[in-house]
């Protein structure tokens, strides 16, 4: 069992940045490839970014590509999401997700590859 809190959403002006952090804890963290996902309202939720095991890859959805960058710090169990440039489309509350998998490479980008989800933070991006 894992249990996620994220933290540092927030009100930010266009082209303003972010640090979502997202804590792990109850099991080893090290074993889980990590998420991040977005819902905006009336939108379902969607891919943003991932994380392998070993923070040797990453993969991200093409409207977040060059502006954000995922990573972690198995020794904290925790996990990143620097946000930069942000456009008021990236208003949406931002969910980490975990599933165990350790693999090399990580394409995990639907809800349910991910098994343990955060209760997510709001990022709302004003024009």
């Known amino acids: 069992q894992v249990q996620l809190v994220e933290s540092g959403g927030g009100l930010v002006q266009a082209g303003g940045s972010l640090r979502l952090s997202c804590t792990a804890s109850?099991?080893?963290?090290?074993?889980?490839?990590m998420g991040w996902f977005r819902q905006a309202p009336g939108k379902e939720r969607e891919f943003a970014a991932v994380i392998n095991w070993s923070h040797s890859d990453t993969y991200y959805a093409d409207s977040v590509k060059g502006r954000f960058t995922i990573s972690r710090d198995n020794a904290k169990n925790t996990v990143y999401l620097q946000m930069d440039n942000l456009k008021p489309e990236d208003t949406a509350v931002y969910y980490c997700?975990?599933?165990?998998?350790?693999?090399?490479?990580?394409?995990?980008?639907?809800?349910?590859?991910?098994?343990?989800w955060g209760q997510g933070t709001q990022v709302t991006v004003s024009s």
């Open positions: 109850g099991s080893i963290f090290s074993s889980y490839a």
């Open positions: 997700a975990a599933t165990i998998q350790r693999l090399s490479t990580v394409r995990l980008t639907t809800t349910p590859e991910y098994r343990y």
